[in-house]
């Protein structure tokens, strides 16, 4: 096939997909004309079963919870793959032509990346705790969360200090840290199953007041499992890039 034919091939290609995209979004209900029926049903029910205000996160965790489950994984199992690739090729010494230019040398953090970095960090942390600690009282969870508590530790090497960051998530703890969070989430799912109910069931009593931190069974311990797992595979991965790019131009 020549330049010209595959050319054509991928224009009508590229036309199909657009019109399929075009023609799913023209069938979707405008903004606000939620058709129902769940979302309904779920924010009837949802409150008074789990006593959880964030009803985003009482569906998260605890009505499709084997499906959130499903998801945490697929980041574990990134975080895991990305680790033994590159843990792997550590003795590579394969470097690009620009890494081999004579006297090439990295520019140093400015003093501003520096300081609005390590400004950021701690509200950052705060947020992030927020975030994974209040998925029962509001739209938030582990996962967003996680997220955020993993980009203060990615605002210290921004800052310059890709030791600190080494010193602070050393490879061993976050692999540990990272399994526990994928491991609790399951056990939280087999001591249900253990005690005659369904896998994931909120087994934990449940509180006086909705929306309490307190108030809401495994909802708030799920998502603590979730969100230090999803900080820890960040990190984790974060980590593993930066330390081979080191390597590689260190000359392996």
Request: hydrophobic share 50%.
């Amino acid at each position: 096939m020549t330049p010209s034919q595959r050319r054509y091939v991928f224009l009508i290609g590229g036309a199909g997909l657009v019109a399929f995209y075009v023609w799913g979004l023209l069938g979707l209900p405008g903004f606000g004309n939620y058709p129902g029926p769940y979302g309904f049903i779920v924010n009837r029910v949802a409150v008074a079963q789990t006593n959880a205000t964030g009803v985003v996160s009482a569906v998260n965790f605890e009505y499709r919870g084997f499906d959130t489950l499903g998801e945490e994984f697929i980041l574990f199992a990134a975080a895991a793959g990305v680790s033994i690739v590159l843990r792997r090729l550590r003795g590579e010494r394969e470097r690009s032509a620009v890494d081999e230019a004579a006297g090439r040398d990295l520019p140093p953090t400015s003093s501003a990346v520096r300081m609005v970095a390590l400004l950021f960090t701690g509200p950052v942390v705060l947020a992030g705790w927020w975030l994974v600690s209040h998925a029962q009282t509001n739209p938030s969870g582990g996962f967003q969360g996680g997220t955020l508590l993993a980009t203060a530790f990615i605002l210290i090497y921004l800052s310059g200090e890709f030791l600190v960051f080494k010193r602070f998530s050393p490879a061993d703890l976050t692999d540990v840290v990272e399994a526990v969070g994928a491991g609790g989430f399951v056990a939280i799912g087999v001591s249900a199953v253990a005690m005659g109910l369904p896998y994931l069931k909120n087994l934990l009593p449940l509180g006086q007041v909705p929306g309490a931190v307190s108030s809401s069974g495994t909802i708030a311990l799920i998502s603590f499992f979730v969100g230090i797992e999803v900080a820890a595979a960040f990190i984790l991965i974060v980590g593993e890039l930066l330390e081979q790019t080191l390597l590689i131009r260190q000359g392996g």
